[in-house]
């Protein structure tokens, strides 16, 4: 008899140290078995995550602009690398027609390569090469340092089509809202100052 009480007391005392050891446990983790977070703990967000933000400001972004018609078209570059009007939206732009035989354009092509990288980031100059070689456009744009704007491609007329273009030398000016304001000739001088007048507006 003692033998059992024995054994039945060793049971006893093993169960209860498996409790406390199972309370011990909790107690350490901070959280009960399936129980609520622990004090002093932060409750889960149930809200909307935080706004982004501009990291060198703090604003918020700025929401993309709105990309008008008349830039809703791509190209290649004499370079062979994709074009695409699309992200030039919200800037003032600058096309200028032009054809590797033209002695107005090769006149002209001194003012477009001392102006265009001045305004590159404010009012891009973007030529469009037509009515020629591809080996004598690219020629051209070596001989005048053109290679710092972009000049695309367009030796099967889309964008010259696409913008009624039908002689050279020809300037498009677009403004930041997408309206063609002119449409036509410029010698260098009148060139200058209507990038620059955009370039403050």
Do not use: N
């Not at 309206?179 to 403050?200: I, K």
């Amino acid at each position: 008899m003692r033998l059992r009480i024995g054994r039945t007391t060793a049971r006893a005392a093993t169960a209860g140290a498996l409790v406390m050891a199972l309370f011990g446990t909790a107690a350490c983790t901070g959280t009960a078995p399936g129980g609520p977070a622990a004090a002093g703990s932060a409750p889960a967000s149930t809200g909307p995550p935080p706004a982004p933000t501009d990291p060198a400001t703090g604003a918020p972004p700025a929401a993309p602009a709105r990309v008008p018609d008349v830039l809703r078209f791509t190209g290649t570059t004499l370079g062979g690398a994709p074009f695409d009007a699309a992200r030039l939206a919200g800037k003032p732009v600058v096309l200028w027609f032009w054809a590797p035989w033209c002695a107005t354009c090769a006149s002209q092509a001194w003012t477009v390569a001392e102006v265009a990288p001045k305004y590159r980031d404010t009012v891009p100059i973007v030529g469009v090469a037509g009515l020629g070689e591809q080996k004598a456009m690219k020629e051209f744009v070596t001989e005048f340092d053109l290679g710092g704007t972009p000049q695309i491609d367009d030796r099967a007329g889309a964008i010259w089509r696409r913008f009624k273009v039908t002689e050279q030398s020809i300037f498009v000016i677009i403004d930041r809202d997408g309206r063609v304001v002119h449409q036509g000739f410029l010698d260098g001088e009148a060139l200058s100052a209507r990038v620059a007048a955009l370039a403050g507006a």
